[in-house]
């Protein structure tokens, strides 16, 4: 096991070691105070879209609990707490009138991490479409990215002072492709086109975002988190090599190209370029407005192979084995140096600004025994990530911080409760959290860097 001690040594006295959650996977209380659906609540009590038909009804009831789950953070002497703020709390439909009760809720929760000494890494937008929208088309629609635009200030003008960070989406990848060309996520659609209209409305939205944040809070750090494939060629062919280059474009070049060059894949632009919604003029400029840092959600490499069957649409590409045969509950390979590498090809490509590792973590199912949760393999896989982040600040990398998912086990979304990622185990039936083995190792390393920081 790596000692934390030793482990903690490797990190600047001023990187952030955190803990990560989302509004919708945790909060529960999904009719409190004025909360209406998001997409999120329709798609999850529909037949045969999420395991079991779980939905976020209950979750954790951290609404209900927030000042214990402050406390449980406290103890375990992380620095920085990243949370979501629920968009169907806020403005219920998205658009209209604003939810004072909703922003209360923040206000509370900012408020409690500050009389902890925790620093606030908001994010905007984790998924929790308000249902309203959707009826106008959601993502795949313009007017959503100016709603977005007007949530976010709204927010900010209310939390903006007394947060740490602000990110203004959480893996586009999965809001837009996942959820509507592959159909795993909410709304579920499985169309290119649609798919391409979320795509763009998303970047744009990011981008309006941005100046609505920085209108209201000039001062406050804007980024945004992905979650980037660190695409590998299942073989040393040329044509798996050309498949993964396809695949980085259309997984990553979608969002890296207009946020940090102001222009999508010229391979996109040439395989889809009519079915794209318009883009207007002022668009890439909106949308690659300069940003403070950015967030990398990295769990598993993707393997990928060349598509030979005729016709095959775009990035016509085909899964690879995996290289290792270590996988968590969730089937994902674990293979930690290609978040080395993933970090190393993006700032090769593109000009990016400090990194956090905003989320990072690994599904294990094992319950609590006699009062413990032993989770050794997720122990290790953080240890084994984290030693790759400090290999990466030792080559001169900017990683700012490393935030842990999850805070504690909750809903992950198609595959309802049954899939746990948490560093602390929640028995749905009793609310009740026990600090895993990983947690306690966590909090460790998290303990021992702040005694060296302030030594
Ligand atoms: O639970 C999710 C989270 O909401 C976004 N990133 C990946 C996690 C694990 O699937």
Redesign the pocket.
Known sequence: MIDPQTLAARFPAEFLFGVAT?SF?IEGASKADGRKPSIWDAFSNMPGRVFGRHNGDVACDHYNRLEEDLDLIQSLGVDAYRFSIAWPRVIPDGTGPINEKGLDFYDRLVDGCKARGIKTFATLY??DLPLTLAGDGGWTARSTAYAYQRYAKTVIARLGDRLDAVATF??PW?SVWLSHLYGIHAPGERSMDAALHALHYTNLAHGLGVQAIREAQPELPVGIVI?PMHVIPGSDSEADRQAAERAFDFHNGVFFGPLFKGAYPESVLSAFGARMPAVEPEDLAIISQPLDWWGI?Y?TPMRVAHDPAEGAEFPATVSAPPVSQVKTD?GWEVFAPALGDCIRTLNARYDLPACYIT?NGA?YNMGVVDGVVDDQPRLDYIADHLQVTADLIAEGYPMKGYFA??LMD?F??AEGYRMR?GIVHVDYDTQARTIKKSGHWYQALAKAHSAAASA
Request: glycine content about 0%; overall charge negative.
């Open positions: 989302a996977q984790h998924w959480n893996e999965c979650n959600n769990y969730i989320e599904c998912w999850s909750n992950e979304w990622f």
